[in-house]
């Protein structure tokens, strides 16, 4: 729990036992203003995983020659260990990625990871970083740090940025974010009490309908309040 891994030549993601890794990048030399078209992460991957893992915004900053599963810097401690309190991360992920190839992995940032770069690039005092993060996994996986002795293996973040002549891209309309609560074992019968969450982009406009419904299993399943 006190150990630093800043100066490692890999970085480990896991969730048996639970390891995250933070990774940051600094773009105060982009002028402020300047639009952000795309943008993807590169990472060397040594040790490959079929789990699915999280990129998450860093709401606390954090030093990379002193951070440890419980504390950020020597100045003070995360406010839960192992990064896992509401003023430590954003709960939500900027994006999902699998890391099942050996070698070089890409993972395509969505329009949530483009805000969150545009964000910092207006504003470089809000980078934080990331963190990669994955505790209900039970596979773990391992990808080349800063410190490899070959720099392509080392984690990359390319942006393609907009020409000051060229139009803002309209954002792009994506899917709403389900999570329909945590796993639960359930004798028929029983009374179930759900709880979940939705998150939307607010595009292209108008509310968002939701309505719990059955999709498989045994016995006959009747809602309080289906909405």
Do not use: C
Not at 168 to 175: F, K, S
Not at 194 to 210: C, F, K, N, Y
């Amino acid at each position: 729990p006190s150990e630093n891994f800043g100066d490692d030549p890999y970085l480990e993601i896991d969730g048996s036992p639970d390891e995250a890794t933070l990774l940051g990048w600094d773009l105060s030399h982009i002028q402020p203003g300047t639009q952000v078209d795309s943008a993807s992460i590169t990472l060397h991957v040594s040790n490959r995983s079929d789990d699915d893992y999280g990129l998450f915004e860093m709401l606390q900053g954090w030093s990379e020659d002193e951070a440890t599963w419980e504390r950020h810097s020597d100045s003070g401690t995360w406010e839960s260990a192992g990064i896992q309190g509401t003023s430590d991360a954003a709960a939500q992920a900027i994006a999902t990625f699998v890391p099942d190839t050996l070698g070089s992995f890409s993972i395509e940032l969505g329009s949530a990871g483009l805000a969150l770069l545009q964000s910092w690039i207006d504003d470089p005092s809000t980078n934080r970083g990331i963190l990669l993060q994955g505790y209900k996994s039970s596979n773990g996986a391992a990808f080349s740090s800063r410190e490899s002795g070959t720099v392509e293996r080392r984690p990359q973040l390319t942006i393609t940025l907009l020409d000051d002549d060229q139009p803002t891209p309209e954002p792009t309309n994506e899917a709403p974010t389900v999570d329909a609560g945590t796993d639960q074992t359930v004798t028929v019968a029983d009374t179930v009490q759900l709880q979940a969450s939705v998150q939307d982009d607010g595009l292209p406009s108008g509310s968002m309908d939701v309505q719990w419904s059955v999709v498989s299993g045994p016995g006959t399943v009747t809602f309080a309040d289906a909405t």
